[in-house]
C-alpha cells in the first residue's frame, strides 16, 4: 500500500516539501525602521502593516531554488549572493514579503517596473525607488538619512478595469534637501558692478534721508505753559537712484547697478485645499516674482503640506537660475495638511545656513487653511503665537536676523490671527487676500518694496533740547520705542525703509512758561542709518524742533499734518478695541467703536479739508463695520479684514486686502511709486513672456476669462 500511495505522489508531482509560511501582522523590523524615516521626510504616508497577498502566503516549493531562498535568508543578497551585514557601506531593503537584498541590487532590477520579488514571486506594493538628486558624493559607510526621503513610492491600491495601476510620483516632495542648506549661490560680485557707475550717481544719496518736524502750533505765548504739546516727526526715505530712467529697456541693467540685491525665502502652502485655481494662480504670481527678479537676487522656495521640504535652494536669478526656478514651480501639487510652523522653520533655516548673504532679505509666507500639526492656545489678542515662530526672527529680542516675514493670508478660511501674529513678531506685514485674482498684484506689490530698499537699520534718537523739559509719550505704532535719561530721550527701532517711504511719529511734551526769549528749542532729532546700495554706515541727519514764544500768540497756524497723524493712529486703536470686543462676541459694541471714530474723525480738519488718508480711513471704518454684521460674516472675512488694516497702518507700510483689485484692496497712502509701478506690471503681465514684453504686454483675454471664472465668493456678495 505504502509503494502506491509513494507511486501516486510522484505522478502528482507531490513529492516536494509543502509548508505554509506564517502569517504576521507586523512588519520586518528593516522595513518599519525604514518606513518611518520616509514618514518623516514628507515624502510618503507612515508604512501601515498588510496581511500578505495570497501570492506570498500560498504554498511554496522547496526545490532547487530554494538554496536561494535559504541563502536570502541567512543574510545573502539573492541577487549578486554577496554577504549582507550593516555597517559594511550597502544599504539593504527588506521587502514585505520578508526576503531581503542590497539596495542598489534590487532597485537595478525594479527600475523599469519590476515589482515582483526575485525569490518568491510576491507582488509587492512597495518597492525601492531610487532617487537621482539624492546622488551626492558623501561616506558610503555612513549614508545619510536625507538619502532615504525618496526610497519607497506606494502603489495605488484603486482598480480600474480589474488592474492596479500605480500612482504617479509626488514630483516636488521627491526632491533631496541637505541637513545644512550651505548650498546657496555665490554672490554676484557687486563692488564690480557698482564700482564703474558710483561716479554717475549723486552722492547726495547718502543724506538725502529727509526730517521734516510739526509742531502742533507755531507759537505759544511767553506767560502760558502747555501740557501734552505734540509734536510730529515725519521721515521721508531718500528716491531710487533711477526712478526717472524713461529707457524702459536698461531698466534690468540699471536696476543690477543701482540697488541692494535681494535674498528671498517664498515659504508656500501646497497642502490638499490649494486645489484647482488656487494652485495655478500661486504658480502664475510665482513666475512673476521669479521674472522681477535680477541675477543679483537669490530665490529660495519652500513648500509645505503635512511637513516642509525645501524645493529649491538659495539660488541666482540669471537665466538659468530662473529657468530652474519655474520648472520647480511647475510641479507644485496639493496634497496632505497644514503644518504652517514647520513651513516658516524651514524657510529661516535657508537664512541659518547661508554662506553668503546679501544685504536685504524678506519672507513671503502664503496659506490659505488652518495650522493643522500645532497645538497652542493663543490669547485674543494673538500672544499665544509666539511658540510657533522662532525665536532667530523675532524683531524685539534685540539678537534677531532681522528678516520680516510678509505673511498672505488666502481666501476665507486661513487663520488669520496666526498670520497677523507672524508678521507682527518678524516686523513684516499682513496681506488678506480675499479673492484668488488678487495674489499676483499682492505679491507684485511686496517685490516692489523688497527691490526699493534705501535704508537699512533706522534708528531714530529724539532728544529734549533743554533739561527742564520732559518727554510724556512718543506714539511709535508697532515700532519699538524707549525713554530713557529720565524721560529726557526717546529711541525707536525702525529698520528698513524703501525708497521713498514714509514714517511718522508723534512726541508729547510739556511746555513751560519762557520769559526770557523769543524763540524755544523743544527737541533735537537724529536719524542713524545704513545705505545698502553704497554700502555706507553710521550715517546721520539731525533736525531741531523750535517754536515761537510771543508776549502774546493770535490766531497760531494749527497743523494739518498733526491732525492727520492723530486720526491715523486714533483709527488704529479703534481697530483693535473693536477687533477684541469681536473676538469676545460683542459684534454691537465692536459696531459701536468704529462709528464713533468714524464720526470723530470726520470732524477733524484733515478729514474736512479732504486729506487723502481720513478718507481712505473713513472707507475703511465703514468696511469693517459691515464686515461685523454678523459672526459669521466677521469669521468669514471680517477678523482678516481688520487685522490687515491693523498691519498697514500701525507699520505705515501698504498691505492689500478686500475682495477686488480697486483702490481699496492696495491702500494708496502707503504704497510708493515704485510699489505702485510693480502692480501695474503684475496687472500687464503675460505669463511665458520674456521680462522685457511683460512689462509691455497685456494680459489675454483668456487669461481675464479665467480670472473672472474662478473668483470666489466673497464676504460682500454673501452680506447682499
Keep these: ?31 518599519t525602521n525604514l ?40 543574510g545573502v543578497c539573492a541577487i549578486c549572493l554577496n ?15 520578508s526576503h531581503s537584498f542590497h539596495f542598489q541590487c534590487i532597485t537595478s532590477n525594479v527600475r ?126 531718500p528716491p531710487h537712484p533711477h526712478k526717472d530712467n524713461s529707457d524702459r529697456s536698461n531698466v534690468e541693467s540699471s536696476v543690477e547697478t543701482s540697488r541692494a540685491p535681494v535674498d528671498l525665502v517664498t515659504v508656500l502652502d501646497v497642502s490638499g485645499s490649494m486645489t484647482g485655481s488656487k494652485i495655478a494662480l500661486l504658480k502664475q504670481a510665482m513666475s512673476f516674482v521669479i521674472q522681477n527678479l535680477s541675477s543679483s537676487d537669490r530665490l529660495s522656495i519652500v513648500v509645505f503640506a503635512s511637513t516642509a521640504r525645501r524645493i529649491f535652494p538659495l539660488r541666482r536669478m540669471n537665466d ?69 515662530v522662532p525665536n532667530s526672527i523675532h524683531r524685539n529680542n534685540g539678537e534677531g536676523l532681522n528678516i520680516p516675514v510678509h505673511a498672505f493670508g488666502f481666501g476665507v478660511d486661513h487663520d488669520a490671527t496666526l498670520m497677523h501674529s507672524i508678521s507682527e513678531i518678524s516686523g513684516g506685514t499682513f496681506s488678506f487676500i480675499e479673492a484668488e485674482e488678487v495674489i499676483q498684484d499682492a505679491f507684485a506689490q511686496c517685490i516692489g518694496g523688497l527691490l526699493s530698499v534705501v535704508v537699512q537699520d533706522l534708528h531714530v534718537e529724539v532728544r529734549c533740547a533743554q533739561s527742564r523739559l520732559q518727554l510724556n509719550s512718543v506714539k511709535t505704532g508697532s515700532y519699538e520705542s524707549t525713554l530713557t535719561n529720565n ?35 523743544l527737541l533735537t532729532v537724529t536719524c542713524l542709518y545704513s545705505n545698502p546700495i553704497t554700502k555706507v554706515e553710521g550715517l546721520d541727519v539731525t533736525s531741531e524742533v523750535k517754536i515761537q514764544r510771543p508776549n502774546e500768540a493770535r490766531d497760531p497756524v494749527v497743523s494739518i499734518e498733526v491732525d492727520r497723524q492723530r486720526n491715523r493712529l486714533n483709527a488704529a486703536e479703534a481697530m483693535a478695541e473693536a477687533r477684541v470686543k469681536a473676538e469676545c462676541g460683542d459684534l454691537t459694541t465692536a459696531i459701536s467703536v468704529l462709528e464713533t471714530c468714524h464720526r470723530e474723525l470726520s470732524q477733524t480738519l ?28 466677521y469669521e468669514h472675512s471680517g477678523r482678516a479684514y481688520v487685522l490687515s488694516g491693523m498691519s498697514c497702518h500701525l507699520g505705515q507700510r501698504a498691505t492689500a486686502r478686500g475682495d477686488s483689485t480697486d483702490s481699496n484692496s492696495f491702500v494708496q497712502s502707503y504704497q510708493t511709486s515704485v510699489m505702485a509701478d510693480m502692480v501695474t506690471r503684475s496687472q500687464t503681465f503675460l505669463v511665458g513672456a520674456p521680462q522685457s514684453e511683460n512689462i509691455l504686454r497685456p494680459r489675454t483675454q483668456q487669461s481675464e476669462n479665467i480670472l473672472r471664472s474662478t473668483k470666489s465668493s466673497n464676504g460682500r456678495k454673501q452680506r447682499k
Excluded at 504616508?45 to 535559504?70: A, E, K, M, Q, Y
Excluded at 521713498?500 to 513751560?512: A, G, K, S
Excluded at 486729506?611 to 460674516?633: F, G, I, T, W, Y
Design 1 to 31: 500500500m505504502d509503494s502506491k500511495w509513494r507511486k501516486l505522489k510522484l505522478a502528482l508531482g507531490l513529492n516536494s516539501c509543502l509548508h505554509l509560511p506564517k502569517t504576521t501582522d507586523h512588519p520586518s523590523p528593516s522595513l
Design 606 to 633: 484733515s478729514a474736512q479739508a479732504g486729506d487723502p488718508l481720513c478718507v481712505s480711513l473713513s472707507a475703511e471704518l465703514k468696511e469693517m463695520q459691515e464686515r461685523m454684521a454678523n459672526q459669521h460674516v
Design 320 to 388: 538659468a537660475g530662473r529657468e530652474q526656478a519655474l520648472r520647480v514651480v511647475n510641479t507644485l501639487a496639493p496634497t496632505g495638511g497644514t503644518d504652517i510652523a514647520a513651513g516658516l522653520e524651514k524657510g529661516v533655516k535657508v537664512f541659518v545656513d547661508r554662506r553668503w548673504k546679501n544685504p536685504v532679505c524678506g519672507i513671503m509666507l502664503l496659506t490659505d487653511g488652518q495650522d493643522t500639526h500645532n497645538i497652542c492656545v493663543p490669547t485674543r489678542s494673538g500672544e499665544g503665537y509666539q511658540s510657533l
Design 487 to 521: 524721560a529726557g530721550m526717546a529711541s525707536i527701532k525702525v529698520g528698513d525703509l524703501y525708497a521713498e517711504e514714509e514714517r511718522d511719529f508723534l512726541v508729547t511734551l510739556n511746555i513751560p512758561v519762557e520769559e526770557s526769549s523769543d524763540v524755544m528749542s
Design 35 to 74: 518606513s518611518g524615516r520616509v514618514s518623516n521626510s514628507g515624502d510618503l504616508s507612515g508604512h501601515r502593516p498588510s496581511t500578505p497577498t495570497p501570492s506570498s502566503s500560498g504554498l511554496r516549493v522547496s526545490t532547487s531554488s530554494s538554496s536561494s531562498l535559504s541563502s536570502s535568508n541567512k
Design 83 to 97: 554577504a549582507m551585514k550593516p555597517g559594511q557601506g550597502q544599504a539593504i531593503f527588506t521587502a514585505e514579503c
Design 112 to 237: 523599469h517596473g519590476n515589482q515582483i520579488c526575485p525569490v518568491c514571486r510576491s507582488k509587492w506594493k512597495e518597492v525601492p525607488f531610487p532617487n537621482t538628486a539624492s546622488n551626492v558624493s558623501h561616506d558610503a559607510s555612513q549614508p545619510r538619512a536625507d538619502t532615504w526621503s525618496g526610497i519607497l513610492r506606494r502603489l495605488s491600491s484603486s482598480r480600474q478595469n480589474g488592474t492596479v495601476r500605480p500612482s504617479s510620483p509626488r514630483h516636488s516632495h521627491n526632491i533631496t534637501e541637505p541637513a545644512i542648506f550651505d548650498d546657496d549661490d555665490e554672490l554676484l560680485d557687486q563692488q564690480t558692478l557698482v564700482t564703474p557707475h558710483v561716479n554717475d550717481v549723486d552722492h547726495s544719496i547718502e543724506n538725502t534721508m529727509e526730517i521734516t518736524t510739526y509742531p502742533e502750533v507755531s507759537a505759544v505765548s511767553k506767560s502760558d505753559s502747555h501740557e501734552n504739546f505734540t509734536v510730529l516727526v515725519h521721515l521721508k526715505a
